[in-house]
Each structure stands twice: as structure tokens, then as C-alpha cells.
């Protein structure tokens, strides 16, 4: 009887032993199965840009004032045309969001006003004004995909922005009766951007439309003064952006 139970527990104790070792071998893969486990991809790349851009534009303001003289505001009736060129460096978040610090140079010739005769001061004839002006702007943008890979090269993408900044003015007078005449100011500047662009990878190219406010522009060292008030300027730009990562 005590030999049998002897083996009894003998055999127990094998079995014991021995089902963990098969329960390792049914629930562990061996090496030659090659599990891989993808990393993990969140979808968001920040980084760094260069940018540089350039600009046709025109120019429009509702009157010119001849302030230091009495009646002597007037109506623009003549457009101003130029062009403007600018760089700039940025952050974009990887998530849409973007911003960046600019600097334009403007320059725009033409806009004019048209004195009738009779008046006491002013030469009779058309007046015009010209504009040089650097735009230091700080902007923020979202960009928006069409459902082809935004975020991705090769992506198309539409985006809005806006900006706030000085415009350091210089404004140049020519008109019958007085010799050209210039002078300057600094004011308060904002933008507003709406545009198409395209994602090459590293870089980004886009076409779009800024309208560009400036608050006053003034030529204070002539003898006669002007001022223009609530100008803007109307431009199609193309920008250029180079990303560092």
C-alpha cells in the first residue's frame, strides 16, 4: 500500500511539473514568428520656416488732405499701382496653425487727387502721391486640406490669416505749383489673407490675396503737408516657404 501511494505522488509531481512547460510552449510564440509592433505615429510635426514673397499691388484711399491749409481735403480719383517683396521666419504646429514675423518693403506710385482752380494755395491740376513704406507685420494662419494629404507632401491646402504690426511710411508729393516734396510716419498696420498653396515636402508654395490697412500716412516735413487716412493696399502675392525639420 505504501509503495503504491509512493507512486502516486511521484507521477502527480512529474505532471505538475511538466504542464507548465506545455502551456509555455501553446502560449509563446517562438522567435522565428516575428511579431512587429508599429510605432506609434500621433500626426503632429512641428517646425520651423523661412518664407519670402512677392506682391503686385494697388492702392486706394478715399481722400487726401492738404491738412494744414483749409479746404484742402479731397477725394482720390486716381489708383496707385506697385509692387511688394518681403521674407520672413515662422513656426507652423503640424496641426493647421502657423506663425511667423514678416518684413515687406511697398511700393506703390500714382495715387493723385485733382485740385479744381480757384483755390487760394494750391496749383490747379492733378496732385499725386507715392508711397515707400516698410510693413513689419506678426501673423497667424490656419491651413485647411482638400482631403488629398494635408500635413503630407503633396498636398493641396486653402488658409486664412490675419496680421497686426507698424507701417514705417515715406511719402513723396508731386504736383503742379509746388516742388516734390517727402516726409514720413510710423502707424499702425494690420493684413488680412486668404489663399491656395501646395505641399511639396520640405517645401511649401502658395498663391493668394492680402488686403493690407494702414492707418495713416502722413508727410510731415513739407512746408504743406498731406495726409491720407484708412488707406489700403490690394495685393496678389506669392509666398515661398522652407521648412528647417
Known sequence: MMRTLTAALLSAAAFGMAAPANAADIFIPPPSAGIDIPDVDYGYAGSMYLRGSLAGNFLWARNADHYTLPNSRYETNKTGFGFSAGAGVGYETGTGLRMDVTADYLHNDGL???VPAG???LAAGDHKLKLRSTLLL???YYDFGFGDGFGAAGGTFGYVGAGAGVAINRLITEGPGLPDAWGGNTSFAAAGMVGLGYDF????A???YRAVY????ENTATTNPYRIDDSWTHEVRGTVRYRFN
Open 112 to 114: 493723385g487727387i485733382t
Open 119 to 121: 483755390h487760394a494755395t
Open 138 to 140: 506678426a501673423n497667424a
Open 201 to 204: 515636402g520640405q517645401v511649401v
Open 206 to 208: 502658395d498663391v493668394g
Open 214 to 217: 494702414i492707418n495713416r500716412i
